[in-house]
């Protein structure tokens, strides 16, 4: 789950098979498992990045129904609130990711 004040939202649920996604990209760049982490994307290029993810299909849906991404080892559906952060209905095609420890 995540939350993000700014926007509003409070214990939003990752699904299917982006919280296991999230936590085996934390464990092999982290080398452990935390319980908060600061995550931060873009849907352009960061080069930094520890993760870049795909869009499985055109995305052209409503911004209700969240989107498949892949992250070159499986595919997993992200939110439909991921949509808010780049302020369109459609799923941006590409996202990079990059992770940070909060508790460090």
């Not at 994307?41 to 960061?46: C, E, K, P, Q, V």
């Not at 609130?81 to 590409?94: H, R, W």
Request: glycine share 6%; charged share 30%; net charge negative.
């Amino acid at each position: 789950m995540f939350d993000d004040e700014e926007r509003g939202l409070q214990g939003e649920p990752f699904v299917l098979r982006s919280s296991e996604m999230l936590e085996r990209i934390v464990e092999e760049k982290l080398g452990k498992e935390t319980s908060r982490i600061q995550l931060a994307f873009s849907d352009t290029s960061i080069p930094s990045a520890d993760l870049k993810l795909r869009r499985v299909w055109n995305g052209i849906a409503h911004k209700r129904q969240g989107c498949a991404y892949n992250d070159g080892v499986e595919e997993f559906w992200l939110c439909p609130e991921i949509t808010t952060y780049f302020g369109t209905d459609i799923a941006p095609e590409e996202i990079y990711l990059t992770i940070r420890d909060q508790a460090a």
